[in-house]
């Protein structure tokens, strides 16, 4: 469900070929192999939920659930982070990290998406993460359908980029 331009939840209907060719199209870019472990940290509702439970599993790599309601304990998930290699995330959820004190993990490669990634975000989780990466898309689009790797040079910018079209 989204709640589109309107603010009412609504359903969404994609076909099963679109969810594999956003699956195929990021194992490319921002790719994923089967070496390593991605937080499943989102509820099975909302859409991103899809990518994390699917693309690891394509590959062979390792799909680590978050246990429910972790997200409420900022100090269990910093410790449950230490165990992945990816997480993907909107950018309050990586506020909310940042705010209770949590460090970055040098080795993460860090997607957000699902909101606007805030130059000020992105300046302060960039250096404490191994890549960080602004998705977006609207759930109409299946997920994301745009890509970019946050680099030094856009931590200047009044705004992240949100990157080239994903393949197909």
């Known amino acids: 469900y989204t709640s589109g331009s309107t603010g009412q939840p609504k359903g969404v209907e994609v076909e099963h070929a679109a969810l594999s060719n956003l699956l195929a199209s990021m ?23 899809t990518v994390e439970m699917f693309l690891p599993l394509l590959v062979g790599g390792t799909v680590v659930v978050a246990p429910e ?25 990586w506020n909310m990290l940042l705010a209770s004190g949590w460090k970055g993990q040098p080795r993460l490669r860090a997607f957000s998406g699902g909101e606007s990634l805030s130059t000020q975000l992105a300046q302060t989780l960039y250096p404490q993460v191994r890549e960080l990466w602004n998705l977006y898309g609207p759930t109409e689009a299946t997920v994301w359908c745009s890509a970019h790797q946050v ?3 856009d931590l200047i910018e009044t705004s992240i980029p949100i990157g080239e079209p994903i393949a197909n």
């Open 27 to 49: 194992l490319k870019r921002p790719g994923f192999s089967s070496y390593e472990r991605m937080l499943a940290l989102s509820t099975p509702a909302f859409d991103i939920a």
């Open 69 to 93: 309601g972790i997200e409420r304990e900022p100090t269990e998930l910093a410790e449950l982070i230490e165990s992945v290699d990816v997480m993907q995330a909107t950018p309050t959820m």
């Open 151 to 153: 680099e030094t040079s």
